[in-house]
Every structure is written in C-alpha cells, then in structure tokens.
C-alpha cells in the first residue's frame, strides 16, 4: 500500500495552474508508492471510493504534479485520479538503467496491479505526448485497463515519427547506437531538450518556457538510455490486434510537435473500439480554448461510459411464487 508523503515540490510546480484559471483546484494527497529501488512519487486525487481510477502518463517534458488541474477536474466529475512521477522524473529519483521506457511500462504495470489488489475497480489510463504511447504499452498488458485516453498516440519506431520527434535530421543516422552508447556512459545524463523539439511543447512561449525551465520536467537531464528506449521498445500487441479496451483519441489540432498526421498513422490500425476528437486551436500542451472544453466534453462521457460498463451488477432478487390458496 503506498505510503503518505509531503512530497516538497519547488513552487514552480505550482505555476502550472496558472494556464487553467477555469479548472477546479483541490490540493492531492502525496504518497509513495514502493516500487524499485527509490519508489515513485505520486498524486492521489478524487474519493477513494470512486468506482474508477485514472491513471495520468506523462511524458519527458512532464511528471505528475503537472498534471493537477486535469486531475482535479476528473476528481470533480467523482473520480479518483493517480499522477505518478515515473523513475528520472519530478520526485522519483532513480539509477541510470531504471530511467528507460521499458522499466516506465514495469513501473506503470505493477502500480495498476498493486491498486488492484488493494481495491478492484476499473483503470483508464491517460497519456499525455509520448505518454500516449507508453500508456498503449502498459493497455496492451494490463488486464485491469477498461479505457484508453491518448492526446498523442504516435508509434516511435515509425521513421516518419522520429523524424517529428528528433531535434536535428544529423541525430536520427545515431539512434541505432544509442543503446550501446547508453551502457557505456551509464551515468552520463544529457538535457532533454538537446535531443527533441522540447521548444514546440505549447503555443504559448510562457507555458514552454516554464517546461523547458523546470527540472522536474522539461528541463531534466536524463541517461542516453531513455532516449534509446524510446525509439526501441515494442508492443505486446501490434494495433492490429489491440482489442482489449476502448481508445479515445483527443489530439491537439495545431500540435506542431507531433502533427496529427503522424498520430492517425498508429491510431487508424487500431483493432479497438476508437473515438477520435481534435482539440481546436490547441498545441501539443493542450491549454488553449475551445480545445480545452472539447477536452472536456469528450473525457467526461468516455471515462463515465467505461465506469457505467463496468460497475457491479445488482443482484437480482429471486421471485417467489404465490402460495395456492
């Protein structure tokens, strides 16, 4: 069972919800979940009676007290909302080898199983930029996962979406190497940024600036490691044969980072009963309106719909005949 936790982020956390001035706020409960070798840092919002929990996936520009305004507002809705930072990110210290994209997924994996186990209800994982991905990853093999939310679901080892992704044309001909590499230098950690488009997070030079300034987030310095994993780590199942919940799809329209484009690539495979809404006027950090009501109007409904399908039938009470006079 996770244990309580003051968990002292930087003021700067807080700025995050300056880009929400019309979302509800309610301060989360900090716990520490154990898991590896130092634990993951995570927000819990919402009843802890709720009859559905999401869990919100972050990316590597982000980590889970970013996500407080979107949490609060699906805890508003009668929600219980978990916002982990994942190993390297926001209070999750972690080694060099646990910082990658296949111990995210472990990490993810055992945090469902363990809330399971402590109060069986139905999960919906929501991934935000290439936690979108990494929240299809972690779907593809839970078998607590109901629902699917994505804002971005592009397949990293598409080449069309490294090319997206990967700052300079010259640093896609070293993906190959990255894993080597990433053994040999071990705790050698670069910043983010260097590698990837960090400066096309938002449409809002305020909201990128804060990101890239923060170094539980965008700012971070992170082991070559993330990076190789990243471009390497493949699905338990191919989207062909991804049927084990429903994916929603709520993707910013004017995302200059990850054009919907390169998300409807992995998106229109899917197998999976599949909803897909663009978010108007938003970038790849969806805070702008009216995308951000869109978000709303089709997160609410998917995630009530799925905790609906999946609440505990009534027992039904058996007839008994009249007795013959």
């Given at each position: 069972?996770p244990?309580?936790d003051?968990?002292?982020?930087?003021?700067?956390?807080?700025?995050?919800?300056?880009?929400?001035?019309?979302?509800?706020?309610?301060?989360?409960?900090?716990?520490?979940?154990?898991?590896?070798?130092?634990?993951?840092?995570m927000?819990?919002?919402g009843s802890?009676d709720?009859?559905?929990?999401?869990?919100?996936?972050?990316?590597?520009?982000?980590?889970?007290?970013?996500?407080?305004?979107l949490?609060?507002?699906?805890?508003?809705?009668?929600?219980?909302?978990?916002?982990?930072?994942?190993?390297?990110?926001?209070?999750?210290?972690?080694?060099?080898?646990?910082v990658?994209?296949?111990?995210?997924?472990?990490?993810?994996?055992?945090?469902?199983?363990?809330?399971?186990?402590?109060?069986?209800r139905?999960?919906?994982l929501?991934?935000?930029?290439?936690g979108?991905?990494?929240?299809?990853?972690?779907?593809?093999?839970?078998?607590?996962?109901?629902?699917?939310?994505?804002?971005?679901?592009?397949?990293?080892r598409d080449?069309?979406?490294?090319?997206?992704?990967?700052?300079?044309?010259?640093?896609?001909?070293?993906?190959?190497?990255?894993?080597?590499?990433s053994?040999?230098?071990?705790g050698?950690?670069?910043?983010?940024?260097?590698?990837?488009?960090?400066?096309?997070?938002?449409r809002?030079?305020?909201?990128t600036?804060?990101?890239?300034?923060?170094?539980?987030?965008?700012?971070?310095?992170?082991?070559?490691?993330?990076?190789?994993?990243?471009?390497?780590?493949?699905?338990?199942?191919?989207?062909?044969?991804?049927?084990?919940?429903?994916?929603?799809?709520?993707?910013?329209?004017?995302?200059?980072?990850?054009?919907?484009?390169?998300?409807?690539?992995?998106?229109?495979?899917?197998?999976?009963?599949?909803?897909?809404?663009?978010?108007?006027?938003?970038?790849?950090?969806?805070?702008?309106?009216?995308?951000?009501?869109?978000?709303?109007?089709?997160?609410?409904p998917?995630?009530?719909?799925i905790?609906?399908?999946?609440?505990?039938?009534?027992?039904?009470?058996k007839?008994?005949?009249?007795?013959?006079?």
């Open positions: 069972m244990a309580c003051s968990a002292p982020y930087p003021a700067l956390s807080a700025r995050y919800a300056d880009f929400f001035p019309d979302q509800p706020t309610a301060a989360p409960r900090s716990e520490r979940f154990g898991w590896g070798a130092g634990g993951l840092q927000d819990r919002h802890a709720a009859g559905l929990t999401v869990v919100l996936v972050h990316g590597a520009g982000g980590y889970g007290r970013m996500f407080a305004p949490a609060a507002g699906l805890a508003a809705a009668g929600h219980e909302v978990l916002a982990p930072d994942l190993p390297g990110y926001g209070l999750s210290p972690a080694t060099w080898s646990s990658d994209y296949g111990t995210w997924k472990q990490a993810l994996l055992a945090l469902i199983d363990a809330e399971h186990q402590r109060r069986p139905p999960i919906v929501l991934g935000a930029s290439i979108g991905y990494l929240a299809y990853l972690v779907a593809a093999e839970s078998p607590w996962v109901r629902g699917l939310v994505a804002t971005t679901l592009a397949d990293p080449p069309v979406v490294q090319a997206a992704l990967v700052h300079q044309p010259w640093m896609r001909t070293f993906l190959p190497t990255l894993r080597p590499l053994r040999m230098t071990r050698l950690r670069v910043p983010v940024r260097w590698f990837t488009h960090m400066q096309r997070m938002s809002d030079p305020a909201l600036a804060l990101v890239c300034a923060d170094p539980l987030g965008g700012g971070n310095r992170v082991p070559l490691g993330l990076l190789a994993s990243l471009f390497d780590t493949a699905p338990a199942l191919e989207p062909e044969q991804f049927r084990r919940c429903p994916v929603l799809m709520v993707h910013p329209a004017s995302d200059d980072w990850t054009p919907v484009a390169i998300s409807d690539r992995f998106f229109q495979r899917l197998a999976a009963p599949k909803q897909r809404v663009l978010l108007d006027g938003c970038g790849h950090f969806p805070i702008e309106q009216p995308g951000l009501d869109q978000l709303r109007d089709a997160l609410l998917f995630v009530q719909h905790a609906s399908e999946n609440a505990p039938k009534p027992l039904m009470q007839a008994h005949p009249e007795s013959e006079t």
